[in-house]
C-alpha cells in the first residue's frame, strides 16, 4: 500500500502562513489582498473550483469577489470586463475561468489580462519569465503541485518524471518546472501527449508520474512502476444518484489499483485541487505585494 500525499492537510498548513501573512500586512497599515474571479456560464469543473476558492480566501482573511456572466456573453464584453479589473486599484489579481464558451477566444482573453494582475500565471510574460527561471506568477496548479512535492519531502533530483497531458495551463508548465535546476526540479522529464505512440511503456519507466490527460481513471496499475509517485491531477465529476450532491469527484488515475503499486499517491479529491487554490492565494499575495 502506498502513503497517501494529503493535499488538503498541505494545503491548510500553507494556507495558514499565508494567513499569518495577511495579518501582519493589517497590522502594518497595508492593505488586504483582493482576489477577483471571473466566471462565464457554468461548467462543472469551474463551479467545484470557484466554491472551494471562495471558501480558501474566507480562510486566509482575503477579500473576494464573484463576477458571473451568462454563457452568452460576448467577447467584447469580456474584454470590456477585463479590462475595468486591470484598471481597478481595489483588485490585486484575478482570474479568467477555462473554459471558455467556444464563440470566446480564450488566447486573446489571456493576453488581454494585467500580467501584474494575472494570478493563473497564463500570460505570455508570465509563462516566458518561467521558462527563463526569472521571478514571476507561476501557473497555479503546476505550483501547487511543487509546493505538494516540497513539503512533503518528495526527493525528484535525478528522477525519471513523466508528464501525460502537454495543456498550456498544467503539462507543459509543470514539465518546464520539474527539469529546472531548482530544488524541487532536476528531475529528467518525459513529456507524453495524444500522438505518442508507446504511452504505457514510457509511463511505466516513470518515478514520478504526473497525470494531465483528462479522462477518468485512464491510468490504470500496469502503466505504472512499482514504487512509483503518483500526482493526478485529472478531476472529473461522475453521476452518483446515491450522494445528496448527485456526483462524486473522480481524478485520471485509477486510484484503488495504482495505490497497491505506488509508494506515494494524491487522492481525488483532497491531492492537487486544494493546493491548485492554495497557489493561487499565494500568487495573489507576491500580487499585492508588487503595488
Ligand atoms: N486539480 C486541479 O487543480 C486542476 C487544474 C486544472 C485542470 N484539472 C483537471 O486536470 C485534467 C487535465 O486538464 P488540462 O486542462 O491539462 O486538460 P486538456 O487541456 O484537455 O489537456 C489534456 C492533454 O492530455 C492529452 N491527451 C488526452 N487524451 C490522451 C490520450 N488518450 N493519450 C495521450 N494523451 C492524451 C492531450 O493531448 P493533445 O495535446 O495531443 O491533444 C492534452 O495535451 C482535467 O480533468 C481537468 O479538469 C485539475
Ligand atoms: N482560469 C482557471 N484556472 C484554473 O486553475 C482552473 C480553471 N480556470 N478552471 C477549472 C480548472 C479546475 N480547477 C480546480 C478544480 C477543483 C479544485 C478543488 O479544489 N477541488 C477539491 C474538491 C472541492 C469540492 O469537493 O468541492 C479537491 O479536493 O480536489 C481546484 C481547482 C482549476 N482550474
Redesign the pocket.
Known sequence: MSKIIDGKATALQIQDEIKYEVERRKKAGLNVPHLAAVLVGDDG?SLT?VNAKVKACERVGFDSTLIKLPASTSESDLLDKVNDLNNDSSIDGFIVQ?PLPDHINEEKVIEAISPYKDVDGFHAMNMGKMLLGLPGLIP??PK?IMMLLEKNNIETEGKHAVV????????TPISVLLSRNTKPGNSTVTL?????KN?KEISAQADILIV?????E?VTADMVKEGAVVVD????RIDAPEKKSGFKLK??VAFAEVSEKASAITP?PG???P???TALLHNTLLAADKK
Open positions: 469543473a473550483y477555462v497555479a496548479t501547487g501525460l497531458g502537454r495543456s498550456h495551463t498544467v503539462g507524453v501527449h495524444s500522438r505518442t504511452l494531465a490527460i483528462g479522462k477518468p485512464f491531477v485529472g478531476i472529473h481524478g485520471d481525488v491531492g492537487v485541487g493546493m491548485t487554490i
